[in-house]
């Protein structure tokens, strides 16, 4: 019995295939192939689609299915591509929050604020945070895990972290007096020089 294929290669080879292809045709074979990858597309989709409609509807055991089908990488890629996927983008973003977020040293202090038009991802770094700017390497493992649960997601934007307020500082009000001059001990309580006392 032959192993069976490595599915990534075999996305890979297609696109391969598809690239050369529209590259040597002329613009009526290109046109039908675009046209014949579309239509394989739409096919494999819709019988994804009842898939996902027969499992979501068998009760909690085609839900606990379901989801086991949406953990798997390749399988949740194609779940992505034709909007199947049973947890939402900003779930599926924030659960990497919550979990990588205490090992990149973030606390619980990262949260998704929003997904723009564009997919942009907008993150805030809350007060949980130790109050230092985000590090290359954490951003990096953020885009990572976010690409991997959420491939729809173009890219992230990171807010914060907040700015602290300045301390206040107590000034006691005794200490804003002008501090007596030399001589200024021989005055009187008024500031005026004492008057001669004659013999």
Do not use: N
């Not at 290109?30 to 068998?58: C, F, K, Q, S």
């Not at 130790?130 to 173009?154: F, K, Q, T, Y």
């Amino acid at each position: 019995m032959s192993d069976p294929p490595d599915l990534r290669e075999v996305g890979a080879r297609i696109e391969e295939l598809l690239q050369e292809l529209l590259k040597a045709a002329d613009a009526s074979v290109r046109d039908r192939a675009e046209e014949v990858v579309r239509l394989l597309v739409e096919l494999y989709g819709g019988a994804l689609e009842r898939v996902v409609d027969m499992v979501g509807g068998d009760g909690a055991a085609g839900r606990a299915l379901l989801d086991r089908l949406a953990s798997d990488e390749l399988v949740a890629s194609l779940l992505v591509l034709h909007g199947l996927h049973p947890v939402p983008t900003e779930d599926r973003v924030q659960a990497v929050l919550d979990r990588l977020g205490p090992d990149l040293g973030l606390g619980a202090g990262v949260d998704l604020a929003g997904l723009d038009d564009s997919g942009v991802a907008h993150l805030h770094l809350g007060p949980g945070c130790d109050g230092s700017p985000l590090s290359a390497a954490a951003r990096l493992a953020l885009e990572h895990g976010i690409e991997e649960a959420a491939p729809e997601v173009s890219g992230i934007e990171v807010e914060g972290p907040p700015q602290q307020p300045p301390p206040s500082v107590f000034i006691p009000a005794a200490s804003l007096r002008p501090k007596p001059r030399d001589g200024a001990a021989h005055r009187g309580g008024d500031g005026t020089r004492p008057t001669a006392v004659g013999p």
